[in-house]
């Protein structure tokens, strides 16, 4: 069973899901397939080569083993408050002469 996880999962099915991917991306890049089947076809490929860790997943939220997140401290820093500037007209006094 591991010798067929191994060949579906291995190096040759990463290879093939990339040169899928990169095609369908290409193929919508330029407008000859509709971004559906495209969404699709990438979808597939997550779903296969991440499958061993949905399981996990799955198996761990069922057996109600799953650890909680420790709780991360919320630093309190004070808001930075910027004061506004008045508009700046980059072109204001470009066609004046200059004053003496």
Do not use: K
């Not at 591991?2 to 991306?25: F, R």
């Not at 990438?42 to 939220?61: E, M, R, T, Y």
């Amino acid at each position: 069973m591991h010798w067929l996880q191994d060949t579906l999962l291995g190096t040759v099915a990463l290879t093939v899901g990339i040169l899928a991917v990169a095609s369908v991306g290409f193929l919508m890049l330029t407008g000859r397939v509709n971004i559906r089947y495209g969404a699709t076809v990438i979808g597939g490929c997550f779903i296969l080569f991440g499958a061993s860790s949905i399981v996990a997943g799955i198996q761990s939220a069922a057996s109600g083993g799953g650890a909680e997140a420790p709780a991360l401290p919320i630093a309190q820093a004070p808001p930075v408050v910027i004061p506004p500037q008045p508009p700046r007209d980059p072109y204001a006094g470009a066609s004046l002469p200059p004053q003496r």
